[in-house]
């Protein structure tokens, strides 16, 4: 199976700050037929389930403001929040869907300091 | 679009349990479907998952042979089928969708429907 390391597992930032997650997998997840990152973020708020954010690693889900980026290829991968929102306040998941079992990481929780 | 989860039930180990997805708002046999869970406090875990027509499922390691994901696309409903259920089963289990465009990319999710496993 593919492992998903996320870190770090919790991050306080202030409001209007940028916020970083990483994701690490364990192996590549860039696809060579289609140069594509098979590879998800969710946002998960207390008593949710989660929501779509960012898909194929870097494209952003319809209705997702663009503070919220995906950046990186192969085995390391990267969320940004350019400007924090106390909205924002969530855990925050990667998922490969490269192959199954399609892995979640372990989710960072972010808060505002 | 909706998904509403239900079947969710305290049961005793070694019992089963059979969950279901009732869809709507799409043309449900257009899509793939995914079941993932959530332990109490804990992060995700992937499940299952079915193709549009049902011939192909895929299963996370741990429940291959306990769970069994099926779709009746007449009824626009996804179920799970649970048996020799442990304590470790007890999760929040999330129906989600997959994209038109790539079915894995889980992109509308209902609310969960919570199992709990324990004498």
């Known amino acids: 199976d593919i492992v998903m390391t996320q870190s770090p597992d919790s991050l306080a930032v202030s409001l209007g700050e940028r916020a970083t997650i990483n994701c690490k997998s364990s192996?590549?997840?860039?696809?060579?037929?289609?140069?594509?990152?098979?590879l998800t973020w969710y946002q998960q708020k207390p008593g949710q389930p989660p929501k779509l954010l960012i898909y194929?690693?870097?494209t952003r889900e319809s209705g997702v403001p663009d503070r919220f980026s995906g950046s990186g290829s192969g085995t390391d991968f990267t969320l940004t929040i350019s400007s924090l929102q106390a909205e924002d306040v969530a855990v925050y998941y990667c998922q490969q869907y490269y192959i199954t079992p399609h892995t979640f990481g372990q989710g960072t929780k972010l808060e505002i300091k | 679009v909706q998904l509403v989860e239900s079947g969710g039930a305290l049961v005793q180990p070694g019992g089963s349990l059979r969950l279901s997805c009732a869809a709507s708002?799409?043309?449900?046999?257009?899509?793939?479907m995914s079941w993932v869970r959530q332990s109490p406090g804990k992060g995700l875990e992937w499940v299952a998952n079915i193709k549009q027509d049902g011939r192909e499922k895929y299963y996370v390691d741990s429940e291959k042979g306990r769970f069994t994901i099926s779709r009746d696309n007449a009824k626009n409903s996804l179920d799970l089928q649970m048996n020799s259920l442990r304590a470790e089963d007890t999760a929040v289990y999330y129906c989600a969708r997959g994209r038109d465009t790539y079915g894995f990319i889980l992109d509308y999710w209902g609310q969960g429907t919570l199992v709990t496993v324990s004498s």
């Open positions: 194929w690693a870097s």
């Open positions: 192996q590549s997840v860039l696809h060579s037929s289609n140069n594509k990152n098979f």
């Open positions: 708002g799409f043309t449900f046999s257009n899509y793939w």
